[in-house]
């Protein structure tokens, strides 16, 4: 792994290779087990469970459903990540709102109904970073994604839980003709508003804290698994239907993420970057 910065104006973190896993093992997974997959028994809600339950079992349980899920993805989850699965486990059990990245939208464009693109406004603001080169695509977004959520679980200057934003984004860049991804991704994560003044600094030297500017950018919905594929499609698709594509940036796109991709309507958007 390599760090690397990363930025909305198309001179950051790159992207590549196979099936993306933005999620196999994400935060967003882990909300969307039942109390019956986290209980050996079913009978029990988590909060009963708590009460009978060493901290230490509960942790194995929960790092061991990350395990299995990220070992069909030849990825490996090591045991310091049971501490930081169990504690975003918990806050996020109704604890925590998911904060949304705050936006304008200055207009959109429509056809027969359905909304082909929006024209959004984004505002200077403080990321956590993280640029990973892996031997492919999901192996990079896992193991990248596992580093940001230490830092977003007390692994910071300020010893607390960040909480969690959505979405993610995932830094990619194409060669000339939109056809390959890059095998370098930057996992981003979009420090929450009480934060943003002051960011705790992280840990890891490999996470940085970078400030992006002031951005356009237009993004297009699509649903279902995020692969090299799919985004290459999308990244075709919307060029076809933006009425002025030589305004974005070429070459540089984004991802982002903001459910379980195990949902049947995972929601995913494709964002182009306005050259500024």
């Not at 925590?96 to 603001?125: M, N, Q």
């Not at 230490?150 to 194409?174: D, F």
Request: aromatic letters at 8%.
């Amino acid at each position: 792994m390599h760090p690397g910065n990363c930025r909305m104006n198309g001179g950051g973190g790159l992207d590549g290779g196979d099936e993306s896993v933005f999620g196999t093992i994400t935060l967003e997974d882990l909300e969307s087990f039942s109390e019956d997959q986290l209980s050996d028994s079913g009978n029990g809600s988590l909060e009963e469970e708590s009460e009978t339950m060493e901290d230490e079992g509960q942790q194995d349980r929960l790092l061991r459903y990350w395990q299995d899920a990220a070992r069909g993805h030849q990825v490996e989850v090591p045991r310091d990540m049971a501490e930081p699965i169990q504690q975003i486990t918990s806050n996020n059990n109704g604890q925590h709102d998911r904060e949304r990245v705050p936006f304008t939208l200055i207009t959109h464009k429509e056809k027969c109904g359905d909304v082909l693109y929006e024209k959004r406004h984004y505002e200077k603001a403080h990321w956590a970073c993280i640029t990973v080169h892996e031997d492919t695509y999901e192996q990079s977004i896992c193991y990248g994604f596992m580093k940001l959520m230490r830092y977003i679980c007390q692994q910071n200057s300020s010893g607390t839980y960040l909480g969690m934003t959505i979405p993610i984004l995932t830094v990619i860049r194409t060669d000339e003709n939109h056809s390959v991804l890059s095998s370098d991704v930057t996992v981003a994560y979009y420090l929450p508003t009480e934060y943003q003044a002051q960011p705790p600094q992280p840990s890891d030297t490999e996470i940085s804290i970078d400030e992006w500017p002031a951005t356009t950018v237009y993004t297009r919905a699509f649903a279902g698994a995020t692969n090299e594929v799919t985004i290459i499609n999308e990244i075709r698709t919307m060029a076809e239907v933006l009425d002025s594509p030589a305004i974005c940036v070429n070459g540089s796109f984004i991802v982002a993420g903001y459910t379980n991709p195990a949902a049947v309507n995972r929601q995913n958007e494709i964002w182009f970057l306005e050259q500024p």
